[in-house]
């Protein structure tokens, strides 16, 4: 069974301040993927990954960074938070492309407030 | 460009029956991926069941089954012998083939009650 392990689980922070968000994946997946949740909007992808140091630009990109640093580890960073992305995130991850793993593995998510 | 749509909100349904649940999906392309994923009351995300668009057959996987209808850009999702515990958030999502950008897009969600 994959194994996507997300960091913090809650995170509160305030206006105009910086956030990492953390992802890891222990199935050497080549795509990681970051969504949003919110209540009326589903999940709306932010950036994803097909593997060390790519980005591709999600949906919903603006306000956010993400880095890929190693096959396992993906980041999502908000460097100047704003109280529009309290929200509920979500990683995941798949092996796209193979034709036979499809299937996105999803982290247990983080809940970000950010007053 | 992609898109997703599941209309109907939410469904209440009695213990033991069968329910469908609705999506249609845009694209361009000729070969793509359909999924439906269940999300339960913890939040947690789990795979139920795909398509490839180029399998004419139904996909099924236990209790749960899709009816694809490539012309009409349809897959329901059946589940048949509904339990409590099929209570939760479901969502349609889809990955395009051609260009293999991996990108998946999902739907809003069907919030389904199973009532005793």
């Known amino acids: 069974e994959a194994a996507v392990t997300q960091s913090p689980r809650n995170k509160v922070t305030v206006t105009g301040g910086n956030v990492t968000l953390s992802c890891r994946q222990t199935?050497?997946?080549?795509?990681m993927y970051w969504y949003r949740q919110d209540t009326g909007h589903g999940l709306r992808l932010i950036h994803y990954s097909y593997g060390a140091g790519n980005l591709q630009i999600g949906d919903v990109p603006d306000g956010y960074k993400a880095t890929r640093t190693t096959q396992e580890d993906f980041f999502l960073l908000l460097e100047l938070a704003s109280p529009s992305q309290t929200s509920l995130y979500f990683c995941?991850?798949?092996?796209?492309?193979?034709?036979?793993?499809?299937?996105?593995?999803f982290g247990s998510g983080t809940r970000l407030t950010v007053l | 460009a992609q898109k997703v749509t599941q209309t109907q909100t939410s469904i209440s349904v009695m213990e033991k029956t069968t329910v469908t649940m609705d999506c249609v999906y845009e694209t361009r392309d000729s070969s793509y991926f359909l999924f439906w994923y269940k999300q339960t009351a913890s939040g947690e995300i789990v795979f139920l069941i795909r398509q490839d668009s180029y399998k004419k057959e139904n996909a099924t996987e236990g209790h749960y089954s899709l009816n694809f209808q490539k012309p009409k850009s349809s897959i329901g999702l059946i589940i048949t012998a509904t339990q409590i515990e099929d209570s939760a958030v479901y969502f349609c999502a889809m990955r395009e083939i051609t260009g293999n950008t991996g990108k998946l897009i999902f739907g809003l969600g069907t919030t389904l009650q199973v009532q005793p």
């Open positions: 199935n050497s997946h080549n795509y």
């Open positions: 995941a991850s798949s092996d796209a492309g193979t034709g036979c793993a499809e299937t996105l593995y």
